[in-house]
């Protein structure tokens, strides 16, 4: 008799055992679901997030072009600047497209970085090393909208090595 009523025990706490698990797996599933969307949410935060923070840099890029460097090379780096002028500075116009075409990155982080005897250097202090290549990008983009320079000769490696056979 009491072997009956524990065997019956077991059989009714097995039955409520699995009916917690399948009530707890109901409830979890929903939570799962919503961390589908949550993470989705997410995503799209990080996106905005980080064109937040590009136009955050680029916007710091050009507050310290204009502080440090309009002066003399101009808003629009056209360089004819009262103060070019007054210093007796021969300046290039980035907003031709052939002011820079011929330098080199390196060489133009070298020109801010160690500056030259009428320009100062720019001090890692007043502008990080991503903050000169935003000011590189930003001073070639001067000539943006300009006419484009004559396209440049092909390069000898380019050139067919024999010519055509017809
Ligand atoms: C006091 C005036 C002055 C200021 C301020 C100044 N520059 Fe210059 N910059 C010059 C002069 C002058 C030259 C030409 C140097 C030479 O011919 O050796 C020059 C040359 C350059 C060059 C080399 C390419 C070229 O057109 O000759 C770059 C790049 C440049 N400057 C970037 C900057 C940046 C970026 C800043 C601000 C962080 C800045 N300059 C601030 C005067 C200035």
Partial sequence: MLKRFMLRAVVVAFVVTVGVFALAQQTTAHPRAKAGTKAEEQAQTDAKAQSDAKSKADAKVKQIYTIDC???????????????????????????????????????????????????????SRATDDEVKGLIAYIRGFSKGQPAAPAPAPAPAAAPSTPPSN
């Fill in 70 to 124: 309009a002066m003399c090379h101009g808003d629009n780096g056209n360089g004819k600047t009262d103060l070019a002028t007054s210093m007796k500075l021969t300046l290039a116009d980035w907003t031709d497209p052939k002011a820079l075409a011929d330098k080199t990155d390196q060489q133009l982080t070298d020109a801010i970085r160690k500056g030259s005897d009428k320009m100062p250097p720019e001090d890692k």
